[in-house]
C-alpha cells in the first residue's frame, strides 16, 4: 500500500514540473531543488540565498499512521493535510515521502526536507517535530552475544532474525566488520525501536542463542554399526525436533561424542530429542548375553551413559526397568 501524492505537492514546480517520485522512502533528491530562483519566486523571497533548507528525520510508525487516516478534504489523507496546512500557515515548502510504503520491513526513519525564510523553516519544524518527532518513542539499545552465535541467530537466510524485526518492529543491527575482519570480532548486536519493542527483541535474540546438549556414545556390541547422520531414526529426530545431531570423535578417549543442537526457546524440543536419541542409541550397548550385573553396577552403567548423578542414575534405571 503506498500514499497517493496530492496536486499540493506539485504546484510550487510550475515548469519544471512535479518533485521526483523514483524512490518512495525518500523525501526528495537534489533535482527537486535544483530551481531555487523558482521556489523563492513561489515563496515571495526575492532573493534565493535567503532560503534555509532543514532536513530531518521523523517516525516512520506515526508517519504511516496519519497516511493511513482518510480525511473530510476530499482526496487527502491525514498526512496531506497535516503538510498541507502547515506549508500555508508558515510559508514554507516541505517535501515528504508522499509514496511511503506502508507496512514495510524497513524500519528506517524517513526524511523530511523544509525550504523557506529561516525564521519560517523552524517555525515549521516545530510543527512537524510536535507530531511526528520520533526521539520520544525510539530507543537504541546494545547487547553482547557472542559472535559465534550470530549466525545461528539470523537464521537461514536471515528469516529468523526477520521474524524477530517484523514481530517486535525493531531495527536489528550485527557488525559487518565480523565478515571481513578475520582476527577481531565484534560480539555487540544494536537494536532500535520502541521501549517496549527493544525489549521485547532482547528477549526473542537470546532465546534464539544455540542450546547445546551432548553425551557420549556407549560402547556398540560387537558387529553393530555406530550411528551416524544418515542413519534413519538420526535424520528423523532432526525433522521432528527441528535440531541439529553431530557426531564427534574422541580418538585418545576412544570414545564419540553426540552433540544435539538447537535453540534456547526451543528448550523442551532439545531436550526430548536428547533424550530419544539416548534411548535409541543405548539399546545396542555392548552387554554380553547372560552376564550378570549386580545393582550397583546397574547404577553406575545407567549413570555413564546418561551423564546422571547417581541419585538420578537410580531413577532413570527404575524407568528403564518398569517402563514408567
Same mark, same amino acid.
Given at each position: 500500500?503506498?500514499?497517493?501524492?496530492?496536486?499540493?505537492?506539485?504546484?510550487?514546480?510550475?515548469?519544471?514540473?512535479?518533485?521526483?517520485?523514483?524512490?518512495?522512502?525518500?523525501?526528495?533528491?537534489?533535482?527537486?531543488?535544483?530551481?531555487?530562483?523558482?521556489?523563492?519566486?513561489?515563496?515571495?523571497?526575492?532573493?534565493?540565498?535567503?532560503?534555509?533548507?532543514?532536513?530531518?528525520?521523523?517516525?516512520?510508525?506515526?508517519?504511516?499512521?496519519?497516511?493511513?487516516?482518510?480525511?473530510?478534504?476530499?482526496? +487527502?489523507?491525514?498526512?496531506? &493535510?497535516?503538510?498541507?496546512?502547515?506549508?500555508?500557515?508558515?510559508?514554507?515548502?516541505?517535501?515528504?515521502?508522499?509514496?511511503?510504503?506502508?507496512?514495510?520491513?524497513?524500519?528506517?526513519?524517513?526524511?523530511?526536507?523544509?525550504?523557506?525564510?529561516?525564521?519560517?523553516?523552524?517555525?515549521?519544524?516545530?510543527?512537524?517535530?510536535?507530531?511526528?518527532?520520533?526521539?520520544?518513542?525510539?530507543?537504541?539499545?546494545?547487547?553482547?552475544?557472542?559472535?559465534?552465535?550470530?549466525?545461528?541467530?539470523?537464521?537461514?537466510?536471515?528469516?529468523?532474525?526477520?521474524?524477530?524485526?517484523?514481530?517486535?518492529?525493531?531495527?536489528?543491527?550485527?557488525?559487518?566488520?565480523?565478515?571481513?575482519?578475520?582476527?577481531?570480532?565484534?560480539?555487540?548486536?544494536?537494536?532500535?525501536?520502541?521501549?517496549?519493542?527493544?525489549?521485547?527483541?532482547?528477549?526473542?535474540?537470546?532465546?534464539?542463542?544455540?542450546?547445546?546438549?551432548?553425551?557420549?556414545?556407549?560402547?556398540?556390541?560387537?558387529?553393530?554399526?555406530?550411528?551416524?547422520?544418515?542413519?534413519?531414526?538420526?535424520? &528423523?529426530?532432526?525433522?521432528?525436533?527441528?535440531?541439529?545431531?553431530?557426531?564427534?570423535?574422541?580418538?585418545?578417549?576412544?570414545?564419540?561424542?553426540?552433540?544435539?543442537?538447537?535453540? &534456547?526457546?526451543?528448550?523442551?524440543?532439545?531436550?526430548?530429542?536428547?533424550?530419544?536419541? +539416548?534411548?535409541? +542409541?543405548?539399546?545396542?550397548?555392548?552387554?554380553?548375553?547372560?552376564?550378570?550385573?549386580?545393582?550397583?553396577?546397574?547404577?553406575?552403567?545407567?549413570?555413564?551413559?546418561?551423564?546422571?548423578?547417581?541419585?538420578?542414575?537410580?531413577?532413570?534405571?527404575?524407568?528403564?526397568?518398569?517402563?514408567?
Amino acid at each position: 500500500m503506498m500514499a497517493s501524492c496530492s496536486s499540493f505537492n506539485k504546484h510550487i514546480f510550475l515548469n519544471g514540473g512535479p518533485p521526483s517520485e523514483t524512490t518512495s522512502e525518500i523525501s526528495s533528491v537534489e533535482s527537486d531543488w535544483g530551481d531555487l530562483r523558482l521556489i523563492a519566486a513561489q515563496l515571495g523571497v526575492a532573493n534565493p540565498d535567503d532560503l534555509h533548507v532543514e532536513r530531518f528525520k521523523v517516525d516512520r510508525q506515526k508517519l504511516e499512521d496519519m497516511i493511513k487516516v482518510e480525511t473530510y478534504s476530499e482526496g +487527502m489523507n491525514s498526512a496531506e &493535510e497535516f503538510f498541507t496546512n502547515i506549508m500555508k500557515e508558515t510559508t514554507t515548502y516541505v517535501s515528504w515521502p508522499c509514496r511511503l510504503k506502508i507496512g514495510a520491513k524497513t524500519k528506517k526513519d524517513p526524511h523530511i526536507r523544509i525550504v523557506g525564510k529561516m525564521a519560517d523553516v523552524l517555525r515549521a519544524k516545530d510543527k512537524v517535530m510536535a507530531r511526528l518527532d520520533s526521539r520520544g518513542s525510539r530507543v537504541i539499545m546494545k547487547m553482547d552475544v557472542s559472535y559465534t552465535d550470530h549466525s545461528f541467530i539470523i537464521g537461514r537466510g536471515g528469516n529468523n532474525i526477520k521474524k524477530i524485526m517484523e514481530e517486535t518492529a525493531t531495527h536489528i543491527h550485527f557488525p559487518d566488520s565480523n565478515r571481513s575482519n578475520p582476527t577481531e570480532k565484534s560480539n555487540q548486536v544494536s537494536m532500535c525501536g520502541s521501549i517496549e519493542g527493544v525489549e521485547r527483541a532482547r528477549s526473542l535474540v537470546r532465546n534464539s542463542t544455540p542450546l547445546l546438549i551432548s553425551f557420549e556414545l556407549p560402547i556398540l556390541a560387537p558387529g553393530k554399526t555406530p550411528p551416524d547422520n544418515d542413519t534413519p531414526y538420526v535424520k &528423523e529426530i532432526e525433522a521432528e525436533y527441528g535440531v541439529q545431531v553431530i557426531f564427534s570423535t574422541r580418538p585418545k578417549l576412544h570414545s564419540s561424542l553426540v552433540l544435539v543442537k538447537g535453540s &534456547e526457546k526451543e528448550e523442551r524440543m532439545v531436550k526430548e530429542a536428547t533424550r530419544r536419541l +539416548m534411548d535409541l +542409541m543405548c539399546e545396542n550397548m555392548a552387554v554380553s548375553e547372560g552376564e550378570d550385573f549386580s545393582d550397583e553396577d546397574q547404577v553406575l552403567v545407567v549413570a555413564n551413559i546418561y551423564n546422571f548423578p547417581i541419585e538420578g542414575a537410580i531413577r532413570r534405571l527404575f524407568s528403564l526397568l518398569t517402563n514408567y
